[in-house]
């Protein structure tokens, strides 16, 4: 009975690099909510994809990010050519259904970005 | 759009006693689902409570309930008999669409 599974825990980029984070949703969960934590702050949403397609992306910065949630497989967070300032931990959470259900996360991937 | 906002961001409390943390929001929706989240240093998110908007009765679960004022859009969490455990973040959120998420409340429980 796996929850929601992210890796890497802890991803170490050099800036002008490349960062996939990935996210294999609970079993039977087609909904894909990422978000971003700073320290000391709360998550901000970044886009929530349903199998093949972006739903809603108004938290993601126009440039360098980009997700996506195939029909097979898990979903990838991915940040290109990488900054300081996207140190961070991100997060996925899914759910089963759109509507008021609660959001399951996964442990989260701390990005730094040296 | 959705607001949340939590004014306290650091709470005391004695072991074994009460706490309420406060959570407010804004937004056009009608329906819609609050929920409050633990996050202890270990990082993860730790769902706790739900509430619907349409949901006449406060939820609780355990030792957590959700002070649901909805006139005055409010969704505080009471933790009762509070255990050293409990020291950890807590966010509040509001849901419709997506999940948003307040800026969250450090609890420290003190032996």
């Known amino acids: 009975n796996a929850g929601v599974m992210q890796n890497p825990r802890h991803l170490v980029r050099r800036r002008g690099q490349e960062a996939r984070l990935r996210c294999s949703p609970m079993?039977?969960?087609?909904?894909v909510y990422w978000y971003r934590q700073l320290p000391e702050e709360g998550l901000k949403f970044m886009v929530y994809?349903?199998?093949?397609?972006?739903?809603?992306e108004s938290g993601m910065p126009k440039e360098r990010f980009s997700a996506e949630f195939p029909k097979e497989g898990p979903s990838i967070l991915r940040i290109q050519q990488v900054v300081r300032g996207d140190s961070a931990a991100y997060f996925c959470a899914s759910s089963s259904d759109r509507d008021d259900e609660k959001l399951f996360f996964g442990s989260g991937t701390q990005l730094s970005v040296l | 759009a959705q607001k949340i906002t939590q004014t306290q961001p650091g709470m005391f409390v004695q072991e074994k006693e009460a706490v309420t943390l406060d959570c407010t929001y804004d937004t056009s929706d009608q329906s819609y689902g609050l929920f409050w989240y633990k996050q202890p240093s270990s990082g993860e998110m730790i769902f706790l409570i739900y509430q619907g908007s349409y949901d006449e009765q406060n939820a609780t679960e355990g030792r957590y309930s959700l002070n649901f004022q909805k006139a005055r859009k409010s969704a505080n969490l009471v933790i009762s008999a509070s255990q050293l455990g409990d020291s950890a973040m807590y966010f509040c959120?509001?849901?419709?669409?997506?999940?948003?998420f307040g800026a969250g409340t450090r609890l420290t429980v003190k032996p």
């Open positions: 079993k039977g969960h087609s909904h």
């Open positions: 994809l349903q199998k093949e397609n972006i739903i809603d």
């Open positions: 959120a509001i849901a419709r669409n997506d999940m948003r």
